[in-house]
């Protein structure tokens, strides 16, 4: 009974030996890969010296003390008990004005986007960017925003940015 299971088990076993397993081509790229030698591997570069600055307290200012709030030549402060507005979140170049609104018996209005797609309305006298801005006036076209920056001797300024009206590609 043994002899019908035994000889096609042999006869498989015989084929399988005489079956090529696909692997010529990687036997042949092995052969042929360490006949060639080593690669040259290219130097490094040569190290470039960096100059050394010696600091010398007495030529210029401490770059480790806290700046001063002096008031600038206009005397103003920025507020920094009051409570932040929601558009003082972001950066002015990060707002976009997209229309004004007018209210019976109010002043004009200004329809401000912030990055997140939110529409905030603010008048004159309202808060707006990183720089302790606050609205001076509003037209149809535009916005004029007075701003507080301290420069590097810690001296507030005043400046003004205009932000206009911006026409968005519909989406």
Known sequence: M???FLTPFLFCLALSGCSNDGFDDLRAFMESTGKEGASKIEPL???KKVDTF???QGELTDP???RNLRPAG???LPDANRPREPLEEY???ALRMVGTMKKAGHALY???KDPKGTLHTVKIGGHIGQNYGKVSAINED???IKELIQDASGEWTASTAMMSMNEEAPK
Request: charged letters at 20%; zero cysteines.
């Open 110 to 112: 200004a329809v401000i």
């Open 64 to 66: 480790f003390f806290a």
């Open 91 to 93: 950066p002015l170049d």
């Open 74 to 76: 206009s005397g103003t």
């Open 45 to 47: 570069p040569a190290v």
């Open 54 to 56: 010696e600091y010398r």
């Open 142 to 144: 535009g916005l004029e």
């Open 2 to 4: 043994r002899t019908p």
